[in-house]
């Protein structure tokens, strides 16, 4: 599903910084892996050229069998709105728009009809738990019920990967169990799970985890106790 090979970012500037040095991976649909190391190890630059939301200055990356190179912004734009779904950090929800139809922001101009639409949101909101929260407002809602609102968001086009980066940063480790929780769920439904973390404990709730220090992998396993987040909420 997801290739890449020698991948390099370097940002110019008088002294040009390598965010990416030769990474080379092949993620497998249905995968859920977690992308860790410190602040500045290239996570999230890595996470965004997976997700084409940038490009690398050198290497071949390709999602599907066709490559980034390959393809022009608008073409990238297409794939990006049909495969790809994302979470992040901060949760980017409309403050004076309901929790309904911020879901439904990525069908916007998607030629699917209103009342499809709004089925879709619903289902959606259903698959993280918010149905009784449809015509609320962010302000309205927790941090950890606006963090779902982003996935049912990332996920009402039905991606076939989903991008998560830190997307339990920012809530208290109940929320953050629930978020996992979720992400969990929707691996095992089939989605490939690309989540971005500086923590371990989270980490250790994907199947994969690959590591990186100063742009480049130094190490990438199978979890072999694999953490379900499930039981941290039933504790």
Do not use: W
């Not at 076939?160 to 169990?177: C, H, M, R, Y």
């Amino acid at each position: 599903m997801i290739e890449a090979k020698d991948i390099k970012k370097i940002y110019p500037g008088i002294v040009p910084t390598v965010a990416l040095d030769g990474v080379s991976f092949v993620i497998k649909e249905g995968e859920f892996v977690a992308i860790v190391g410190p602040s500045g190890s290239g996570k999230s630059t890595l996470m965004h050229i997976m997700g084409f939301l940038d490009r690398p200055t050198s290497g071949v990356y390709k999602f599907r069998g066709k490559s980034i190179d390959e393809l022009d912004d608008d073409q990238l734009a297409r794939i990006r709105n049909k495969e790809m779904g994302f979470v992040f950090q901060s949760f980017n929800l409309l403050p004076r728009t309901t929790v309904l139809d911020n879901v439904k922001l990525p069908l916007l101009y998607s030629g699917i009809a209103r009342e499809q639409q709004d089925r879709m949101a619903r289902e959606a909101l259903e698959k993280v738990g918010l149905s009784h929260r449809l015509f609320h407002y962010p302000n309205q809602l927790s941090g950890g019920e606006q963090q779902r609102v982003a996935i049912a968001r990332a996920i009402v086009n039905h991606p076939s990967v989903i991008f998560a980066d830190e997307p339990t940063g920012n809530l208290d480790s109940k929320s953050g169990q629930q978020i996992m929780d979720i992400l969990q769920n929707l691996n095992d439904q089939g989605h490939t799970i690309i989540l971005v973390t500086h923590e371990k404990y989270t980490a250790q709730m994907a199947k994969r985890i690959i590591q990186l220090k100063d742009g480049r992998i130094v190490d990438d396993q199978i979890v072999a106790c694999r953490r379900l987040a499930k039981d941290g909420l039933i504790k």
